[in-house]
C-alpha cells in the first residue's frame, strides 16, 4: 500500500463516521442540558466524547446537570490539498451546565491558532479551550 492510501484511510473512516450520523438532529430532551457546535467555514468542529466517554454523534453533545469536561475534534482544512489538513483536540470544562439549557461551542482562529468558546443561549462566554494540539492529518 502506498502513502498516498495509507492517508485516504482516515478521511474514508470520517466520511463514513459522518454519513452516519447525517439523519435529522434529535429533539433536545428538557432534563438535559443541549451543546450544539458552529464551525468555521474553513474547519469541521465534532463531538467527541463526554467525561471521557464515546459519543454515537458528532453534531452535537447532551449532558445531565453539573460538571462536565467535553472534548471536540477539529479538522481544518489546508490550502487545497490532503497533506495541508490538521487535525487538532481540545476539551473544555464547565461545572455549572443546567437543564433545559442550550449552550454553544464556538470555534474561532486566528492564523493557525485555534479555539472553541462556550456559550449560553444568550451569547455570553462561559469558558473556552486552553490550547488545542494539533497534528498533520
Known amino acids: 500500500m502506498n502513502a498516498?492510501?495509507?492517508l485516504l484511510l482516515p478521511v474514508l473512516g470520517l466520511v463514513a463516521a459522518l454519513s452516519g450520523c447525517a439523519g435529522p438532529m434529535p429533539k433536545a430532551d428538557?432534563?438535559?442540558a443541549w451543546i450544539g457546535l458552529q464551525e468555521e467555514p474553513s474547519g469541521t468542529l465534532l463531538a467527541e466524547d463526554v467525561d471521557g466517554k464515546r459519543l454515537n454523534d458528532g453534531r452535537y453533545?447532551?449532558?445531565?446537570?453539573?460538571a462536565h469536561t467535553l472534548d471536540v475534534d477539529l479538522i481544518v482544512e489546508?490550502?487545497?490539498n490532503n497533506d495541508d489538513q490538521m487535525n487538532c483536540e481540545a476539551g473544555i470544562t464547565f461545572s455549572q451546565f443546567k437543564a433545559g439549557e442550550h449552550y454553544t461551542l464556538v470555534e474561532s482562529s486566528l492564523g493557525e491558532e485555534y479555539r472553541v468558546r462556550l456559550e449560553d443561549a444568550q451569547g455570553h462566554q462561559l469558558g473556552?479551550?486552553?490550547?488545542f494540539t494539533c497534528m498533520p492529518g
Open 4 to 6: 498516498k492510501s495509507l
Open 30 to 32: 428538557p432534563n438535559e
Open 61 to 66: 453533545f447532551d449532558v445531565k446537570p453539573g
Open 78 to 80: 489546508g490550502t487545497g
Open 128 to 131: 473556552h479551550t486552553k490550547d
